[in-house]
């Protein structure tokens, strides 16, 4: 049986740390301020948009959601990204992705400034990440979270070999980067990858982002591997699971996150703690 990496208890920890971070900050009169932009009404966006404002409130943040039409255009949609570069009481930016068909993400990633980039996705931050120059740059939440698991299970990484399933920027390509930046020897998966299983029954870290309801299954997975879920899928009583089959892959894996409670909940962590930095850091430069 394996061990479950419990992201609701990590995310408390660190979410513990956070806080001190943010008194800290408010002893000298400094309070991060966190706006999320949501553009439309995806019923599963919205969700998530309220869980982080939440967990915001709680921290003592400034929090601001901006819920913008579905009809607002990318220039306009770029014009209010480029007013909260500008606003002194917000430090960190995060525009809900995917964002509708007639408005291309990265453009909209783009016009936010790198020094307030909650996602780190803006290819300045992913560009520092790959040249492993990371060091005061935001990297993207749930790589770095899943990266907190290793960390807090003392699960190492250096010449192990990691496959990645999927590549997308928000997940696959800055998860790989950490991973071999950690020293891991890396493969990423994707949707035209010949012979998966063959892969993925040689990793001894799996991380799995495809989106697809228990698409790994026992007979994909090594014995005493490390698997690792980013799905957030609905079966077919819509209730919420991942791309692993738990019950299953449980039994043969030596370490695996659960859906919910895995990575979810360190996503949201890592936006918090990341708000905080992108605060301090911008604190360092103003002197
Ligand atoms: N610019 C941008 N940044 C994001 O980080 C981002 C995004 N866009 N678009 C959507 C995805 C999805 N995402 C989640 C974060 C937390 C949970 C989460 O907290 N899940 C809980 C509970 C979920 C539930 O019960 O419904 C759990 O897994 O236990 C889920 C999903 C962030 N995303
Ligand atoms: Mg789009």
């Known amino acids: 049986m394996a061990t479950i990496l419990d992201g609701k208890a990590l995310a408390a920890e660190i979410d513990k740390n956070t806080m001190l971070e943010v008194q800290k900050l408010s002893d000298r009169g400094i309070t991060p301020g966190l706006v999320v932009i949501l553009v439309g009404h995806d019923e599963a966006s919205q969700l998530y948009v309220r869980n982080k404002e939440r967990r915001a409130k709680k921290m003592g943040f400034h929090s601001v959601i901006r819920n913008l039409p579905e009809t ?16 002194p009481t917000i430090n960190a930016i995060l525009v809900q992705l995917p964002l509708p068909a007639h408005i291309n993400d990265f453009h909209v990633t783009m016009a936010i400034s790198p020094q307030k980039d909650a996602d780190g996705f803006h290819p300045l931050n992913l560009g520092k990440l790959i040249l492993n120059q990371a060091n005061q740059t935001p990297v993207a939440c749930t790589p770095s979270g899943i990266m907190e ?24 390509k800055p998860m790989a980067a950490l991973l071999v930046n950690a020293n891991a020897t890396v493969t990423v998966a994707h949707s035209h990858t010949t012979n998966l299983s063959e892969l993925t029954r040689k990793a001894d870290i799996l991380v799995v982002a495809v989106g697809i309801a228990h698409f790994i299954k026992a007979d994909d997975v090594k014995p005493g591997a490390v698997v690792i879920d980013v799905g957030m899928d609905r079966d077919v009583q819509h209730k919420l699971v991942g791309d692993v089959d738990f019950k299953e892959v449980e039994k043969k894996a030596a370490y695996i996150t659960p859906v919910p409670r895995g990575v979810g909940p360190m996503t949201i962590t890592m936006l918090m703690a990341q708000t ?7 604190s360092e430069q103003d002197g």
Request: charged content about 20%; overall charge positive; cysteine-free.
């Open 72 to 87: 607002i255009t990318e220039t306009e949609l770029i014009q209010i990204v480029q007013k909260y570069n500008t606003d």
């Open 149 to 172: 698991f290793f960390k807090a299970y003392n699960i190492p990484l250096d010449g192990k070999r990691a496959v990645v399933i999927g590549r997308s920027a928000i997940v696959g």
């Open 276 to 282: 905080v930095s992108l605060t301090k850091w911008s």
